[in-house]
Each structure stands twice: as structure tokens, then as C-alpha cells.
């Protein structure tokens, strides 16, 4: 899942990205709000985490612009404490849920969490296909009931798989979604992921999808 974090305080920035990246998601960050209109109406997003008061553009102008045109990704406002009026903006111009600063990191990431999967229509956070079951709270696999140790990578593309369960999802979109701006688009790597998920887990789990991409 790749996610875009805009905030334009340096220091919160980084450590909403940092917790981001532990967290195993694909991150871009912006601290300025031209810029960070233009990244959500350009890159396909899994979700984004908008400041309302940035410099160039505030947060409320930008979710409604993006509404406007048709961009439906989940977005989390981050809100002052004490602004209501902020709360009740936010979510009349297109924001889907809000987190008043400061906050506590993990509320941040639950909520995160939340909001991309009921985007992708799953109700539980776990997700289950087959013989395997995706934790979504705990970032954890288990295969029969039995834990399944999983790089990051391979978490991450087993993650967007199952959240689009029973989709065809193109090898171009797998790398949109897995990864930031700076990824090495022309690498094999998800090729490379796909085989060792079917080791680890069994070959059957992600299915190849001849000339459209990969089907969990
Ligand atoms: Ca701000």
C-alpha cells in the first residue's frame, strides 16, 4: 500500500513517515500544499494523511478539489485539537475520517489501517484466502493456523493482493501501489516477491494471470 503524507511541520512529517515505513507501507511526503494536490491527482494513492494548515494550499481546499475530479483514495485529516469547525469541514469537503493533534501514532495507523480496508470492501481486519489469513492489525500471516515469517516486501504484495482478493491486478499497478516515487520501475522485483510467496506460503496462492498480472 502506498501512502502520502503531507504535512508541512518538518519534524511531524518524518516521524508520520518513519512510523509509515516500519509499518510496511510504501511512503511519499509533501510539505507544501501545491505540491501535495498535484501528487494526489497524479500517483494512485492506497491513502493519504492531509494537514489542514499548509502553506500554497490549505488541506480542506485540496480534498475538495480532489473530490472534485474524481479521486475517491481514502483521506485522513489531521486537525487542531480545539478547531470543531475544522473536524466538520474536513469531512463536508470529501475527507473520510480525522485525527486531532497531537496524537498518539498508533491511533494514526488504526485508523489508517481502517479506511483502506473498508476502500477495498473488508469489513474484518483480517483477511482470509484460502488457507491463509492476513492480520491486518498485527501485519501478521498464518497459514493453517500456523505463523508464516514474511520479509516486508513480501507482506506488502501479499497485502495489496488480498485486499483486492479475486481481482486481476496488472504488474504496473502492483508496482504503483508497492511502491514510492523513487522505485526502480523497470526491476523484476515483483516477479522475484510473487516466487518466494508461493514458497513460503503454497504455490497456488497467487495465481498468474497470462499478459493481465496476478490474481490472490
Ligand atoms: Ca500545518
Redesign the pocket.
Known amino acids: 500500500m502506498r501512502i502520502l503524507v503531507v ?3 518538518a519534524e511531524l512529517n518524518r516521524q508520520l513517515c518513519d512510523a509509515l515505513v516500519a509499518a510496511g507501507y510504501a511512503v511519499d511526503s509533501s510539505k507544501e500544499g501545491e505540491d501535495a494536490h498535484f501528487l494526489g491527482e497524479a500517483e494512485p494513492y492506497d491513502a493519504i494523511i492531509l ?1 489542514i ?2 502553506p500554497g494550499m490549505d488541506g480542506i481546499t485540496i480534498v475538495e478539489k480532489w473530490r472534485a475530479d474524481g479521486h475517491n483514495m481514502p483521506v485522513l485529516m489531521l486537525t487542531a485539537r480545539d478547531r470543531w469547525s475544522d473536524k466538520v469541514s474536513g469531512i463536508d469537503a470529501g475527507a473520510d475520517d480525522y485525527v486531532a493533534k497531537p496524537f498518539h501514532m498508533e491511533e494514526v495507523l488504526a485508523r489508517l489501517r481502517a479506511l483502506i480496508r473498508r476502500s477495498a470492501g473488508h469489513a474484518s481486519s483480517e483477511i482470509t484466502v484460502g488457507p491463509v489469513t492476513l492480520d491486518t492489525r498485527q501485519s501478521r500471516v498464518t497459514m493453517d493456523g500456523e505463523a508464516v515469517k514474511l520479509t516486508s516486501h513480501e507482506l506488502r504484495l501479499l497485502s495489496y493482493l488480498f485486499h483486492h482478493h479475486g481481482e486481476v491486478v496488472s504488474r504496473s499497478d502492483l508496482i504503483q501501489h508497492l511502491y514510492d516515487q523513487d522505485f526502480d520501475r523497470d526491476s523484476n522485483t515483483i516477479e522475484v516477491f510473487v516466487g518466494r510467496l508461493r514458497k513460503k506460503l503454497y504455490p497456488e496462492v497467487i495465481e498468474t494471470v497470462r499478459g493481465l498480472g496476478y490474481r490472490a
Do not use: F, K, R, V
Open positions: 504535512e508541512d511541520d494537514d494548515g499548509l
